[in-house]
């Protein structure tokens, strides 16, 4: 199929391919890199974002196009094109974006030297400075290289993903026959990728790989070097497990394998420096079956994640634009937290963070280790942070004799190992740990907390769509529930009975949960606006989420707009759904936003005739997350907080300095302030809540 009739399929579908509206997704965060208003060290940051952004893009959605065309399998997008028809699609984007990244980055660097840095090569230094990288190399680098030879006699050595490797051509001129041979070395993770030098009030940053090229004579001694070419590879890292309903160490073992075996994956991404040998770029094609779409040359620097040295070096700690300090919580007034457990039998808790630190979920799990009066702690974790104070309670509470159950997610993606290893250390503590739950990923964030006070016993508990890691507390927005609530309790009590026991869930009267029924539930909540709709009732749905994908939840936001339901979805990245279409979608609109934060909240307002419905929790509307994942909503039953998290959604809806708008064909332009209309920059102005927008309870 040629790319006019490709793109033209595509634009007659009713459905955004969700592989290239993620490309357009990373695009928005390069914009952020390109803006002139805002600060060299922030767009800095976001342009290393897009570098981890598209590496994981490869590995995993890449990666799992390869599943399919590798084994044979049939697989059509939701643009309506086959595999091979899709994969010059993808990859001709992908081409594109790597090179305006490449854009984005000439056009700082003229700027590194106002700033005090500069990124130079070995050439550039001083005759001093070299010295200093000569022993840089003799010290520290040379003795970590191994240079690997490829011939008839040594087999193809096994290429690590995402590192730097050279690959070198020699000649020894003093044998009867010279010969080319090809040698790799690879560049160790654990180094870093600039070696620093300072100069006067500079520092200058010297690409590792420079230095190395600069000094490959040393490791090649007494032969020719015909040509050195530094590359760097991506590998498949989509993989799926062979689960039972064991929930054994067995399951955990297939995941330790499986992690090994994502170090072999298929190469499904070259990226190569200008002009390299054509004898090793062939030699690389034929023996990882790849051809010139997967190939991206770079005459710059190879992966820009290594600008994190950088953007973190402490020599520029105050060049970095930093939020401001969090503000107390609506409902959690300053001296709550002495007397957190009496606060939360009385009160409920609603959070927005980062604007509200996560500080009072973590300090009530580091109470309730030491409260002589706890007697168990339940708690899902997806993703922790370095030096966790989660664990770290965990560990207390079970020191302490209390009754700790953990869920571990060992397939949270990329953090498998560091989660298997925290859960091993709470087991050696005397926890019952869980290890994910058969062929579910456990997403949703929960805690309960069981205290005896008296003759009663409460349950404190909080949910939540964000995880328990104070780092990225502190970067992503999402919203907590902290409240002792009964019927919280109960359906949480229950929901923690199903996920680490053998019994089928009761119907929740707080919660909407999956696998069970989520999809549908929701479902009938956007045919319930539209029966208002029909019936000449108020109407109107507005929805945050990260992602929208599911068909067949797209199809019924396309009949309720068909209905006259005005529906407003705010999707960061990935959306399917396409918006304004004449006859089917008129009444849609979608917006993205993308700034300081990285919105991660989920939120659902349903008008249902002026009596609106919220609800909050871990899910987007995706196929995953309603058939392959353990998830949970929780409708916002106090009135107070109900009014919070609507305020939350009118100012995503207000925001006109992070929004983009969505247009019809899937593209997206960036929001401006309307004539007249004032400027409103939602992640400042959540540090300054307007008190009268509180008491609106409705946003139609």
């Known amino acids: 199929m040629n790319s006019i009739k490709a793109s033209e399929q595509i634009r007659r579908s009713n459905y955004i391919s969700r592989d290239l509206s993620w490309l357009r997704f990373n695009y928005r965060v390069l914009d952020l890199a390109r803006n002139p208003e805002m600060p060299l060290f922030d767009r800095l940051k976001f342009l290393a974002i897009t570098a981890s952004n598209l590496d994981e893009f490869f ?48 056009d700082l660097r003229p700027e590194f030297e106002k700033f005090g840095f500069n990124i130079c090569k070995v050439e550039d230094l001083t005759e001093s400075e070299q010295h200093k990288a000569a022993s840089y190399f003799k010290n520290t680098i ?9 011939d008839s006699y040594h087999g193809f050595p096994l290429m690590m993903n ?19 041979r090809t040698t790799f070395v690879q560049i160790p993770a654990n180094l870093n990728r600039f070696f620093e030098i300072s100069r006067k009030n500079k520092i200058i940053f010297v690409p590792i790989e420079e230095i190395i090229r600069w000094n490959m004579h040393k490791l090649f001694r007494n032969v020719e070097i015909e040509s050195v070419n530094l590359f760097r590879i991506t590998r498949n890292g989509d993989f799926t497990l ?8 067995d399951f955990v073992y ?34 990882w079956n790849i051809d010139n779409g997967n ?23 105050n060049k970095i634009q930093r939020p401001p300090a969090p503000v107390p919580a609506p409902s959690l007034p300053p001296g709550a937290m002495d007397n957190i457990f009496e606060y939360l039998k009385e009160h ?86 869980i290890y994910g739950i058969s062929k579910y990923k456990t997403h949703t964030k929960m805690m309960m907390i069981i205290r005896k006070e008296g003759e009663k016993v409460t349950r404190y508990v909080h949910i939540g769509s964000g995880n328990y890691n104070e780092q990225t507390s502190r970067q992503y927005t999402d919203i907590s529930l902290l409240t002792t609530d009964d019927v919280y309790a109960h359906d949480v009590s229950e929901f923690f009975n199903v996920i680490t026991g053998h019994s089928f869930p009761e119907n929740y009267e707080y919660l909407i949960t999956a696998p069970k029924d989520m999809r549908q539930q929701l479902i009938e909540l956007i045919r319930q606006e539209r029966r208002n709709a029909e019936n000449g009732l108020p109407s109107g749905i507005v929805i945050k989420i990260n992602s929208l994908e599911d068909k067949d939840v797209i199809d019924e936001f396309y009949a309720a707009s068909q209905a006259g339901v005005q529906i407003k979805l705010i999707v960061r990245g990935i959306c399917c759904l396409r918006p304004g279409r004449e006859g089917l979608s008129e009444n849609i609109q979608v917006s993205s936003i993308v700034g300081q934060y990285l919105e991660h909240a989920r939120l659902f307002y349903f008008h249902n005739n002026g009596a609106p419905l919220v609800l909050g929790g871990s899910a987007d509307i995706m196929v995953r997350s309603f058939e392959r994942r353990i998830e949970a909503l929780f409708y916002i039953v106090h009135e107070d907080l109900k009014r919070q998290a609507i305020n939350i959604l009118r100012y995503n809806l207000m925001d006109n300095q992070n929004s983009y708008l969505m247009r019809e064909d899937g593209s997206y332009i960036k929001r401006q302030p309307a004539e007249g209309e004032a400027i409103f920059n939602m992640h400042r102005e959540f540090y300054h809540l307007r008190a009268e927008m509180e008491e609106e309870s409705c946003l139609f």
């Open 295 to 317: 190939i991206f040359t770079i005459d710059r620097l190879i992966d820009l994640k290594a600008l994190w040295q950088i953007i973190k070096h402490p020599h520029f700690a």
């Open 142 to 150: 040379f003795p970590l290289l191994t240079p690997m030879v490829y």
């Open 254 to 287: 297939e995941v330790k394998q499986k992690l090994k075996n994502r170090k072999k994956g298929r190469v499904v991404r070259l990226e190569s420096e200008k002009a390299p040998s054509p004898y090793i770029l062939k030699m690389l094609k034929e023996r």
């Open 242 to 249: 062979e689960e039972s309903d064991d929930m054994d160490q």
């Open 348 to 433: 409920d808790v609603l959070l927005h963070h980062p604007y509200n630190s996560i500080d009072p979920v973590v300090a009530l799990l580091e109470k309730a280790a030491e409260d002589p009066y706890v007697l168990g702690i339940k708690q899902t974790i997806y993703r922790l942070a370095d030096n966790s104070r989660v664990t770290a309670a965990l560990l207390k509470a079970a020191e302490n004799g209390k009754h700790v159950s953990a869920l571990f997610e060992v397939k949270a993606r990329f953090d498998e190992e560091r989660n298997i290893k925290e859960g091993e250390k709470l087991e050696k503590a005397g926890c019952f740990v």
């Open 162 to 180: 995402q590192l730097l490797i050279f690959g070198v051509i020699t000649r020894n001129a003093e044998e009867a026959k010279p010969q080319s």
């Open 59 to 106: 590995m995993i959605r890449v990666g799992s196009l390869y599943n399919y065309i590798d084994y044979g399998k049939e697989r059509i997008d939701y643009s309506g094109l086959r595999e091979l028809p899709f994969r010059k699609k993808l990859l001709d984007l992908a081409h594109r974006f790597v090179g305006d990244q490449c854009q984005a980055y000439d």
